[in-house]
């Protein structure tokens, strides 16, 4: 008779019952709680891997010229418009430059007007026909008597004087253009560095970060502010390789983004996927758009990618209250029932947290396992 209420106390015990999430429980005859048998679950396996939340649009504005700084539009959170003057470098030096290269520009178109002049005297008035002697009688004996006896000898050829002549005032007129042309183009460098001296919106966003201060001086290529459209942000990740295989552009990954400072899980869009991977982690960098208003620049965010290479090789991945986990450390663990009736300590790798209080389990479990759903603190591996 002892035997038989025995064996009904030991059916009772292990009397099965349905949870509240549609899992498998049963009591354990040992006092250590309810056990679950793991199921199977039919959603895809992910795996969460954290990124940064950045801006969709941003920009260092660098120095292009050395200088002291004069000028800075405002602080970090400051909003402006695009075209609005940022930055500002003391540019007194370059404006008494352009002031001299213009003084040289009109000395230079000068010389050009009085070399053309002088070619179109030459050109009507040739120097060769001019005597060379005085007024009067000389000039009358030099032109009857000197001139002619000149030409007849052959000792001057006035016709090579003349074109000589005229190529010398043609070349002072060439002269006088090249130096015009290169004036303007000092003129134009100028401009240019004037133009550098004024970092200026490039589009509507705010200041991030301000690197210097007015007073300071700076060197080309030197950062002096961070600039950045915040109206949309992305998350940055660096994804595995094996995991980028099941993303593809604007695809909508649902509920699958926590951030530090929003409580509730969001949707993200892929946006874009780079298309070389890094050479020393062997990981590819993907960007994901989130809604407006969810976390600010520079937060931690956590996505959770599909994880299609797992799920093709294993299947479907067992699945098992949250409850069940604790840790060693940073090491999620359970508490597992073996074939002989006594507890066993196992390491698990966690998978994705679902809605109904349930996680998914990577490696470390199978289907029909049974653990512990909720182990108490003196539960150790072999009782």
Known sequence: MSNIRTMRALIAAFFMTVGSSGAVLAQDPGGFGEIF?????????????GGTVVPYKQVTLAAQIPGRVKYIAGIEGDAFKEGTLLVAIDDSELLAKRAAAYAQLASAE????NAGVQYSRELWSPKSKAAPGGMAIPNLFDQMFT???????????????RSADLFASTTRIEQARSAIMRIRSEIQAI??????????????GVIMDKMVEVGDTVQPGVPMLRFA???????????????????????????????????????VRVAQIYPMADARRHTIKVKFDIPQGISQPGMYAKINIPDTSHAAATGSLPVIPASAIR?????????????????????????????????????????????????????????
Do not use: H
């Open 37 to 49: 048998v793991v199921q199977a679950s039919d959603r895809q396996p992910t795996v969460s891997i």
């Open 110 to 113: 000068a010389e050009l007007r």
């Open 147 to 161: 001139r002619p006896a000149e030409e007849f000898i052959g000792e001057r050829d006035r016709g090579a004087e």
């Open 191 to 204: 401009e240019a560095k004037l133009r550098d001296a004024k970092s200026l919106a490039p589009f509507d």
């Open 229 to 267: 459209d915040i109206t949309w942000l992305q998350v940055e990740l660096d994804v595995p390789a094996r995991l980028v295989t099941g993303l593809q552009e604007m695809m909508v990954l649902k509920k699958a983004a926590t951030f530090d400072d929003y409580a509730e899980p969001v949707d």
């Open 327 to 383: 840790y060693r450390g940073s090491l999620p663990v359970v508490y597992v029932q073996n074939e002989e009736g006594k507890v066993e300590l196992r390491l698990i790798r966690e998978g994705r947290r679902l809605d109904n209080g349930m996680v998914t389990v990577l490696s470390g479990l199978a289907p029909g396992d049974r653990i512990y759903v909720n182990p108490r603190p003196g539960m150790i591996s072999g009782s």
